[in-house]
């Protein structure tokens, strides 16, 4: 299949996402991905990872011994996935529009990436691709969040540090049109200059700006919550790299998933809760698990 070229939001928080989500939701939904998905799965079968982002989970397939294929829209995750786990098959492509010549005996979809197709039109494209590319009777697994967990979006802002980054996200639902907007505003640190006199003379990259200029409610979050640490904004810390994404996402209701599935052509579906799919952690609240076989 002839690769695709997009824009993606995810372009402009590629390393922010590959260093920093890897420890979130991967850990908490490894027990359903064992329960409910691996466990359909023969020895060896050929798997597709959907909306694979940086391949945290896709890892997880190789590691199994799976022959897997990991499929994004964002190059630029794409990238870090070819270069972490050389033995999969990347490509860049678009969920609601792709086809390969071999079929899968099963494929998967996490981390509510199917929440990022923005109309019920492409969800059912999704499913339809993700059909037509199935053995009969192989299963299909994903999470969606629902309302609930949307809800939980009271629009404040969260920090988020690794060495060398520094993130703020905050999410806003809009119960009136069930979209969802996270708004990430993140900080790579560029190398420090050795004195304020050279501090003020370095060339700035042309998105560089002082992490100073990071919107006041951020940075007093930040402090707020961070009060025992250094004050990552100190001025002798040189200079931050800004860069700004937004991500938006559709709820849907479950009868409106179940009603997309059946019209793509799936027989058994089968609906899990978070605590029936074994997940306990937070990230679990309002999150449903579907096993839909092909
Ligand atoms: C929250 S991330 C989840 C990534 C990965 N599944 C994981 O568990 O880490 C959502 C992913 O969906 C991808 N995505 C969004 N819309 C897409 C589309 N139309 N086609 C392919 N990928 C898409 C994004 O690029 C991003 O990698």
């Given amino acids: 299949m002839p690769e ?10 590629a390393a922010l996402y590959h260093r920093a989500w890897d420890d979130w939701y991967l850990p908490a939904a490894l027990p359903a991905l064992e329960r409910l998905f691996f466990s359909e799965l023969a020895p060896g079968a050929r798997v597709l990872d959907a909306c694979c982002g940086s391949g945290h989970v896709t890892r997880e397939l190789v590691i199994r011994g799976y022959d897997v294929t990991g499929l994004d829209s964002s190059a630029s995750l794409i990238a870090h996935a070819r270069q972490e786990l050389p033995e999969a098959k990347f490509i860049i492509a678009d969920v609601r529009d792709f086809s390969f010549s071999e079929p899968f005996n099963g494929a998967l979809s996490t981390f509510d990436s199917l929440n990022h197709l923005l109309t019920y039109t492409d969800l059912c494209a999704a499913f339809r691709c993700v059909r037509r590319t199935l053995c009969t009777g192989a299963p ?22 690794r060495e060398g980054y520094l993130g ?26 050795t004195s304020a006199r050279n501090r003020d003379r ?14 006041e409610d951020a940075r007093l979050s930040a402090l707020n919550r961070d009060r025992q640490g250094a004050d990552p904004f100190d001025e002798t810390s040189g200079l931050w790299r800004r860069r700004d994404a937004v991500v938006e996402e559709q709820c849907y209701t479950v009868d409106e998933i179940d009603e997309a599935l059946r019209r793509a052509g799936f027989g058994r579906i089968e609906r899990f809760s978070a605590l029936q799919a074994g997940v306990t952690h937070s990230i679990g609240y309002g999150r449903v698990f579907i096993r839909a076989f092909a």
């Fill in 202 to 215: 370095a060339p700035a990259a042309p998105m560089a700006v002082r992490a100073a200029e990071v919107s």
């Fill in 4 to 13: 695709s070229h997009f824009v993606s939001p995810y372009d402009a928080i």
């Fill in 168 to 193: 703020f996200t905050r999410g806003i639902y809009s119960r009136a049109t069930h979209r969802a907007r996270t708004e990430i505003v993140w900080f790579e640190r560029q190398q420090a200059p």
């Fill in 140 to 161: 299909f697994f994903f999470d969606m969040n629902l309302e609930e967990a949307y809800e939980m979006d009271l629009g404040e802002w969260m920090r988020c540090e």
